[in-house]
């Protein structure tokens, strides 16, 4: 048998290395990628989970949506009526309530809109007189009218001379705001 002079068996050894640093080099760039790969999919997974449960729970969410736009109603006027028509509307319920409480209506007035946070914003101002007693029961009853008429102000003053025999009669200014959802 032929026996391999050293110089050939380090030529050989040479020879194998040079074979396997390009396979060894191709095994790192194929550990690395799937390293890689593995590292996306961990962080993907949460996600497609959330995604999941989310896909699983749409007919919930829309039965919660269907409930909260129903509350929403009883506050809010529809986006379905325009701006103006809700603000003459709010401003016909508020001079009914007046009247019916015993006040006398001697201005009313829709200001312009703000736009806030998805909702429309009417600004309506109110100048009544009348006795203490009427005002506090229009006062009482503004509170249930649905949709909902918040009272951001109101500028009281004495109309007239004092009498000790005779009620007072004040002169009221109410700042009042509706709110009404806005057409996207």
């Known amino acids: 048998m032929n026996s391999l002079t050293r110089r050939d068996k380090i ?12 396979m060894l080099l191709l095994g790192m760039f194929i550990a690395n990628k799937y390293a890689a790969a ?3 999919l ?3 997974e949460p996600r497609f989970a959330r995604l999941l449960g989310l896909r699983q729970s749409v007919d919930k969410m829309d039965e919660k949506l269907k409930s909260l736009n129903e509350r929403v109603a009883q506050f809010v006027y529809p986006k379905d009526k325009d701006a103006t028509q809700a603000g ?3 401003q016909q319920q508020v001079r009914s309530v007046l ?11 829709v200001l312009p809109t703000k736009a806030e946070q998805g909702f429309e914003h009417i600004s309506l ?12 029961a229009a006062l009482a009853v503004l ?8 009272v951001d102000a109101i500028n009281i003053q004495v109309v007239g001379l004092q009498r000790a025999d005779t009620p007072q009669r004040l002169g009221t200014e109410l700042k009042l705001t509706v709110l009404h959802q806005k057409s996207v």
Request: aromatic content about 0%; hydrophobic content about 50%.
């Open 143 to 150: 509170p249930s009218l649905t949709p909902v008429i918040l």
């Open 99 to 109: 009247s019916a409480a015993g006040l006398t209506v001697v201005s009313s007035q």
């Open 38 to 40: 593995q590292d996306t």
């Open 125 to 136: 101002s109110v100048r009544v007189e009348g006795e203490l007693i009427h005002l506090q």
């Open 42 to 44: 961990d962080r993907l």
């Open 11 to 22: 030529s050989l050894a040479l020879s194998i290395l040079v074979l396997l640093i390009p």
């Open 88 to 90: 003459n509307d709010a």
